[in-house]
């Protein structure tokens, strides 16, 4: 994948980016189907570096279909460039 234009963050405002380096994303919607651009669920990841679960607790990552796609419980949605937008928690996270 070529390297991104160095001012295409300024076109897209809050936007974390495209996803890079052999990262592949999904955005599930609550009825379990793959959302079309726009359309915001719950953010996927399948990449070599994903963890299983969190420091110091047995709470295990939320897993789609097999154990190579992972949540950590973001909602996104995606543009039709392929920005990524997080909007939301799936699941709220008070640590004190």
């Known amino acids: ?12 405002p809050g936007s974390c980016g495209k996803p890079d380096g052999g990262i592949k994303i999904r955005i599930i919607k609550e009825d379990g189907t793959v959302g079309a651009p726009g359309e915001a ?7 070599n570096l994903a963890m ?24 996104a949605y995606v543009d039709e460039e392929g920005y990524v937008y997080i909007c939301d928690r799936k699941k709220d996270m008070i640590i004190s």
């Not at 994948?1 to 897209?12: C, G, K, W």
């Not at 669920?41 to 990449?47: A, D, K, P, R, Y």
Request: charged residues 30%.
């Open 1 to 12: 994948m070529p390297a991104p234009e160095p001012v295409a963050h300024l076109r897209t």
């Open 41 to 47: 669920g719950e953010l996927f990841v399948s990449t």
């Open 52 to 75: 299983d679960g969190y420091h110091h607790t047995d709470e295990q990552l939320t897993e789609l279909d097999d154990d190579r796609w992972k949540s950590v419980g973001d909602v």
